[in-house]
């Protein structure tokens, strides 16, 4: 699986963005896919994960409620909508794609294919 993250961008605190990632491959509508995030100086953390069907979403406790995961498997793309942002959403975005499994996971080991980031940028 290939991965294409985009729509990093700069917006003010309070405002939304989405960011969307398209895949190639097979296994993409088999795979959990999920959203993580990187800061600078700090590690790569967890956002949110769904399903292969989209039917089940996991968030990490501080973007539950302001972001939403889903995807297209007719597309072979996840979005992460992004609304109520705050400064300290401000980071790389990467998508990743765990072919082991069709649950959502929030353990950065479980994902097996990365794209390669975009970045997002929060202004106060």
């Known amino acids: 699986v290939q991965l294409q993250a985009s729509g990093g961008g700069l917006v003010q605190a309070g405002g939304s963005l989405r960011v969307s990632c398209a895949a190639s491959g097979r296994t993409f509508r088999r795979s959990a896919m999920g959203w993580f995030r990187q800061a600078p100086g700090k590690e790569r953390e967890f956002v949110a994960a769904i399903s292969w069907d989209g039917g089940s979403t996991y968030y990490a406790d501080s973007v539950t409620g302001r972001f939403t995961i889903s995807r297209d498997n007719a597309k072979d793309t996840v979005y992460l909508q992004m609304n109520s942002l705050k400064p300290e959403d401000t980071a790389v975005y990467y998508c990743?794609?765990?072919?082991?499994?069709?649950?959502?996971?929030?353990?950065?080991?479980?994902?097996?294919?990365w794209g390669q980031g975009t970045l997002v940028t929060v202004s106060s």
């Open positions: 990743a794609a765990d072919a082991g499994s069709g649950l959502p996971s929030g353990r950065i080991n479980d994902y097996d294919y």
